[in-house]
């Protein structure tokens, strides 16, 4: 029976640090079960206290918990085969094909997917990295095209690792004790809570997650929920032609904040994760982290890119996220070391 759980959730619009917080924790609390459900659209990054980066789509960076016994991959994940594999490849002294357990009705892209987003979704801001097809062809449920795994996997490496609904229960049930969970996206980009059509393909919540992932309420278990945000948070890039003409936009932002720029906040460009294109960048939103914090329940927050902000402005971030939910973690930069608890006079460094 599941003793202990950590949901780690985006209550911005991606890129708040989810991976950072997920490696920091796996190291720090040892879980022994990872849970996903991710597709190839967002990116997650873990630089560790050695310097060893991993940059992630399909795999949890918290496999670098001492403890660690396997990955699970949910039914509501998007599977991107090569993107897995090579990522196994990549961090083969952490994990081995071996330990990865995969919900049969998870989806798998394909080129076909992929070909077909770039066509249609680019007046979204979208990555176009075939996710919102894919599961839009399971949805459609033909028999005749399943890109399910259980059809999908079929005749290659993956095949063996595909588990029935019944072993994925049993696994649940009897095998997994300290589970980590690792969300994506942003729960400010959901389909049903977000800034529609400005949105990914699918629902950003705890309990969106929870079922992604394949675990059933009532377990026993007690389940932590983490929320990650950033002083300054990013969108995604608009799009631009050859020509330099805008053909594409990521979206508006919340009412009480504005869009800033890199240099006007003293920083160099970021770049997205997936796409390597130009991020946004706006300043922090009051409504949008309350929105986040009650529609998700969160227990604790991890509040990263703390050096992007005046003084003034960490020390307002940090009383508003207080006045709401606990301020577990701040983050100074992009590795391990550049995480400190919140609760100890060392988190303020400047």
């Known amino acids: 029976m599941m003793k202990t ?22 190291e720090k609390n040892g879980p022994d079960t990872l849970i996903t459900a991710w597709a190839p659209n967002a990116g997650h990054t873990y630089i560790d206290g050695n310097g060893r980066k991993f940059v992630h789509t399909m795999l949890a960076n918290g496999i670098v918990s ?3 016994k396997r990955l699970m991959v949910g039914p509501g994940s998007v599977i991107n085969v090569a993107n897995l594999l090579a990522e196994i490849e990549a961090c083969k002294d952490l994990v081995s094909l071996d330990q990865v ?8 892209v394909f080129q076909s997917h992929r070909d077909q987003e770039v066509q ?6 979208s990555t176009s990295k075939g996710t919102g ?15 399910v795994a259980k059809q999908a996997l079929l005749d290659t490496p993956l095949e063996g690792r595909v588990v029935t609904v019944d072993q994925w229960m049993e696994i649940l049930q009897y095998g997994a004790e300290h589970v980590q969970i690792e969300g994506a996206q942003g729960f400010s980009l959901s389909i049903y809570h977000g800034q529609y059509p400005y949105t990914t393909s699918r629902d950003v919540t705890t309990a969106q997650v929870l079922a992604d992932c394949g675990i059933p309420r009532g377990m026993g278990i007690y389940m932590e929920v ?10 995604v890039a608009n799009r631009y032609d050859v020509h330099g003409r805008q053909v594409g936009f990521s979206g508006p ?25 130009p991020r946004r960048i706006f300043t922090y939103s009051r409504k949008q982290i309350e929105q986040a914090v009650l529609m998700n329940g969160v227990d604790t927050m991890f509040l990263n890119f703390a050096n992007y902000a005046t ?12 006045s709401l939910t606990q301020l577990g973690w701040l983050g100074w930069g992009p590795t391990a070391y550049d995480v400190h608890n919140a609760n100890t006079a060392g988190a303020w460094r400047k």
């Open 5 to 26: 759980g950590r949901l780690i959730l985006d209550c911005q619009y991606g890129s708040t640090g989810k991976g950072l917080i997920a490696g920091y924790l796996a």
């Open 66 to 68: 001492k403890n660690f």
């Open 101 to 108: 357990y995969i919900h049969p009705h998870a989806a798998v």
């Open 120 to 125: 249609t979704m680019t007046a979204i801001g």
């Open 133 to 147: 097809a894919a599961m839009m062809q399971r949805i459609l449920r033909d028999p005749k095209s399943m890109n």
């Open 226 to 235: 983490v929320g990650t945000c950033r002083t300054f948070p990013i969108r």
């Open 253 to 277: 932002h919340y009412e009480d904040q504005t869009e800033t720029t890199f240099a006007e906040i003293g920083q160099e460009q970021e770049l997205t994760t997936v796409t390597q294109l």
């Open 311 to 322: 003084e003034e402005q960490l020390d307002q971030i940090a009383g508003h996220i207080r």
